[in-house]
């Protein structure tokens, strides 16, 4: 059973930094690109960033380029998404997800296991 678990998040003010981890389990976790995701309440889920397999290639979305830093351990299991000077528009839940196609895809739909989200609030 694959499971994806975040954590990391919480409170902060503008400005300030946190790092996410997504802990993976019950796949081959260097097999897999992995990405994380965000949803504000009411709005879609939106891409963030993105790491290939090896980790060499990374993809980032233009909101969050120079300020998020995407990277991975795979001797752990572990992805982590450094964020630095983060801003109120960056509030959101963010996701983990894993991609079997081993590439930085930026769809939702293209990833094939998802954690359950850890909550990012910037405050003003």
């Known amino acids: 059973q694959v499971q994806l678990v975040e954590s990391g998040g919480g409170l902060v003010q503008a400005g300030g930094s946190l790092r996410l981890s997504c802990a993976a389990s019950?796949?081959?976790?260097?097999?897999?690109?992995m990405g994380w995701f965000r949803q504000a309440p009411g709005k879609e889920r939106k891409f963030v960033a993105a790491i290939n397999w090896s980790g060499r290639n990374t993809y980032y979305a233009d909101s969050v380029k120079g300020r998020f830093t995407i990277s991975r351990d795979n001797p752990k299991n572990t992805m982590y998404l450094q964020m630095n000077s983060l801003k109120p528009e960056d509030t959101a839940a963010y996701f983990c997800?894993?991609?079997?196609?081993?590439?930085?895809?930026?769809?939702?739909?293209?990833?094939?296991?998802w954690g359950q989200g850890t909550q990012v609030t910037v405050s003003s």
């Open positions: 997800a894993a991609d079997a196609s081993g590439g930085t895809r930026t769809a939702a739909i293209s990833y094939d296991h």
């Open positions: 019950g796949l081959t976790f260097s097999g897999y690109a």
